[in-house]
């Protein structure tokens, strides 16, 4: 594997890998993002983060991501959502210049530096159909969250649309506990898992699709059609 860009910035390291045509960043030894522009849906964990966005029952309007690394799943969406306007936050100003460096960050894509939770406090209510948080620090080698999702899932609801999408990438088994807390605020909530990885992305929303329809979306798509044997998608879902 080649490193195609390494430099230390405010104590952190931050290396830019390629292994054809496939780019991954790292963060002191974390792997944040992995982006094939040849093929978007890689057989990783970054395909199931644009999953979610097939429970609602329309294309998403406007879509609010929390936690840019290098940008994976803003081409996912783009390309499976072509028609939405897609808002980024990040507070790391170098994944913000290796995602549009490195990642071909599309340049319609809005990228707001700061805290992803202080931007999220001063959002005007109803703004969002869907709020992707994927907000992850690199701690020892590991990715970890370092905000209780019970701090800030006021702040989720204010922004959401009364039909919108809650989903999260999480890591262990007490942060889903916790979002048990939280099953009577929406009509479903499932969590999807990819058979090599601990994350699980946790989907909340109200008046979507159903399971067996949120499949058959997948499905109107060659490279999410499980049937398919060229697809590479690997998702498993339940009920939380």
Request: with cysteine; hydrophobic share 40%.
């Amino acid at each position: 594997m080649a490193v195609l860009y390494s430099k230390h910035h405010n104590g952190d390291l931050f290396e830019v890998r390629s292994a054809g045509a496939t780019r991954r960043l790292y963060s002191n030894g974390v792997l944040h993002s992995q982006w094939n522009p040849n093929r978007l849906v890689s057989g990783a964990i970054w395909d199931l983060l644009v999953l979610p966005g097939f429970f609602l029952n329309t294309s998403p309007k406007h879509v609010l991501v929390l936690g840019l690394g290098g940008g994976s799943v803003v081409h996912l969406i783009r390309h499976f959502f072509p028609y939405c306007k897609i808002t980024c936050v990040e507070r790391e100003p170098m994944h913000i210049k290796i995602a549009r460096r490195f990642f071909n960050l599309p340049k319609d894509v809005e990228v707001i530096e700061g805290d992803a939770y202080d931007v999220l406090a001063k959002q005007n209510p109803n703004s969002y159909d869907w709020i992707l948080d994927d907000v992850f620090q690199h701690v020892a080698g590991e990715p970890e969250r370092e905000t209780d999702f019970a701090t800030i899932f006021d702040l989720y609801e204010k922004a959401l649309t009364p039909n919108g999408i809650l989903s999260m990438n999480t890591i262990g088994s007490y942060q889903l506990k916790s979002l048990r807390t939280y099953k009577a605020l929406f009509d479903s909530y499932y969590v999807m898992r990819h058979p090599l990885y601990d994350n699980a992305i946790v989907s909340l929303y109200r008046n979507g699709r159903s399971r067996q329809a949120f499949f058959d979306a997948l499905m109107e798509h060659k490279e999410l059609d499980t049937r398919r044997k060229t697809c590479q998608l690997q998702v498993s879902l339940r009920a939380l």
